[in-house]
Structure formats: structure tokens, C-alpha cells
């Protein structure tokens, strides 16, 4: 009868491999689930449950370190799909805020002179946009976050690479920190102006951009012939960077609705 218990009974290594075994699951399953976010407490669970089992310095060591290894991936993996959420979280709340203050839209200023602004561009150097008059100016208002402002940037390359500068000048302008910017016009190998500016420095209805990419096309007369919001392909942005001056009156700047 003794010789039966002692058969029947979990030896300590039996009792041990369960954690390893969890831990390793717990892993996997983090890395499955980190697209949903929850398998961030999952991994958290896994690294907890493996090192337990590494510290007993017992048997099965090596399941429990794969079991950790995966869980930090699981970990990894789920906050860098939050940070993607997050990004386009913002862009949300962006685009949802295409008016600008007081109702007036960023296309309500078509045919209203540019209100005149400096910059000061990666190079340190300024950019007053009443200098540019007698050319045509692009100012195009992005993120490096933004996904249709990237996809764009290809194109503005592009026209920058085949218009005149004497012609046609290109200004991004974002309101990120330059370190960002500068990495980003780097690595994408950017050809034109390029300028951090918070949008508290600037005017109306610069100021006011609540949905990225906004662009706008300023003729030789210093007058704002166009204005997309949102992503545009290359033959409309060429369209509209080289079109004709503006035809007709010159419309005063329209007035902000007061608050309520």
C-alpha cells in the first residue's frame, strides 16, 4: 500500500513544470493577443510565473526562459501597438476638427491676401512668407505621424526636383519638436524647406488647422488661390502649385464667429 502512494504521489519536478509550462503559453498567447492590447497583462502574468520558476533553480529551466523571452516580446509588442493606436487616435481627433475656430473653414480663406508670417527653418535661417512674393508658395502643414502627410511628402519632393526654385517654393511646416522633424526630412531625403513652428505663433488661419495635411497654394500676388485638406495625389498637387494666379476681387479675411 505504501509502495502505491508513493507511486501516486507528484514528484516536486511535476509540481515545478507547470509554471514553466504556463509561463511559455501565457508567452505565446501574449504575442497573439498584443494586437488587441490585452496581451500586455498576459506577458506581465508569463514573466511573473517564469521567473518565479527560474528562481527555484530547478529543472525545465530552459522552457521557463523561453517562456520569459516571449512574454518581454508579448510586452514589447502590445506598447508598440498602443503607441500606433494612439497615433491614430490623434489623427482622429484631427481630422474630426477640420473647421476652424468660430465655424470659419481653412477653404473660406481662398481668394483672402496670405497673412504674412516668419519661420525659421532646420538650417536656422528665417522665412518670411511676404519675401516669397513674386513666386508661387506652397505651404503644406503635416506631422510626421500623420500617414496621409507622409504619403504626400513623396510628391512635393517630386514637384520640388521639377519646378524652378525661383519659381515654386515648398514649405512643410509642423509643430513638432525639430529633433523629430529633422530625423524624419533625413531619412526621407526631403529637397524643401522644412520648419517647426507651434501653432500658437502663427496667425489666422494658419493657427487654426485642426486637420492635417492642410496645404496652402499662394499665387505671385501673395493672394491664397487654393486649399486641400487631407491627401491629394501628384497631378493635383502640381495642378494646383502652378496654376494661374487668382482671377477676381481680392476677398477680405473672413471674421471668426464669437464663441458661445
Same mark, same amino acid.
Given at each position: 500500500m505504501t509502495d502505491t502512494l508513493q507511486d501516486s504521489t507528484p514528484s516536486p519536478d511535476t509540481n515545478r513544470i507547470g509554471l514553466a509550462i504556463t509561463s511559455l503559453i501565457l508567452g505565446i498567447l501574449s504575442l497573439v493577443l498584443s494586437l488587441f492590447l490585452v496581451g500586455g497583462i498576459l506577458?506581465? &502574468?508569463?514573466?511573473? #510565473?517564469?521567473? &518565479?520558476? #527560474?528562481?527555484? =533553480?530547478?529543472?525545465? =529551466?530552459? %522552457?521557463? #526562459?523561453?517562456?520569459v523571452s516571449l512574454s518581454i516580446l508579448g510586452l514589447l509588442a502590445t506598447g508598440g501597438m498602443g503607441y500606433l493606436y494612439y497615433q491614430a487616435y490623434k489623427q482622429v481627433l484631427a481630422m474630426r476638427g477640420g473647421a476652424g475656430q468660430g465655424g470659419v473653414q481653412a477653404s473660406d480663406w481662398q481668394g483672402v491676401k496670405a497673412p504674412d508670417f516668419t519661420v525659421t527653418n532646420l *538650417?536656422?535661417?528665417? &522665412?518670411?512668407?511676404?519675401?516669397?512674393?513674386?513666386?508661387?508658395?506652397?505651404?503644406?502643414?503635416?506631422?510626421?505621424?500623420? !500617414? !496621409?502627410? =507622409?504619403?504626400?511628402?513623396?510628391?512635393?519632393? =517630386?514637384?520640388a526636383k521639377e519646378t524652378d526654385a525661383k519659381d515654386l517654393v515648398i514649405v512643410g511646416i509642423s509643430s513638432e519638436d525639430q529633433n523629430t522633424i %529633422?530625423?524624419?526630412? $533625413? $531619412?526621407?531625403?526631403? *529637397?524643401?524647406? &522644412?520648419?517647426?513652428?507651434? @501653432?500658437?505663433?502663427?496667425? +489666422?488661419?494658419?493657427?487654426?488647422?485642426? +486637420?492635417? !495635411?492642410?496645404?496652402?497654394?499662394? @499665387?505671385? *500676388?501673395?493672394?491664397?488661390q487654393a486649399v486641400f485638406t487631407g491627401y491629394h495625389d501628384y497631378d493635383a498637387l502640381k495642378a494646383a502649385a502652378l496654376g494661374a494666379d487668382f482671377k477676381g476681387a481680392i476677398k477680405p479675411a473672413p471674421a471668426a464667429e464669437p464663441a458661445k
Open positions: 506577458a506581465v &502574468i508569463g514573466l511573473v #510565473l517564469g521567473g &518565479i520558476h #527560474l528562481g527555484k =533553480r530547478t529543472t525545465f =529551466r530552459a %522552457m521557463a #526562459l523561453w517562456g *538650417n536656422g535661417q528665417p &522665412i518670411r512668407l511676404a519675401e516669397l512674393r513674386g513666386k508661387r508658395v506652397v505651404l503644406d502643414f503635416w506631422a510626421t505621424w500623420c !500617414p !496621409p502627410c =507622409r504619403k504626400e511628402i513623396p510628391h512635393f519632393i =517630386r514637384l %529633422m530625423e524624419f526630412v $533625413k $531619412k526621407n531625403g526631403v *529637397n524643401y524647406a &522644412i520648419a517647426a513652428a507651434p @501653432d500658437r505663433d502663427l496667425p +489666422s488661419p494658419y493657427k487654426e488647422i485642426r +486637420s492635417i !495635411p492642410t496645404t496652402f497654394f499662394v @499665387d505671385r *500676388n501673395g493672394v491664397i
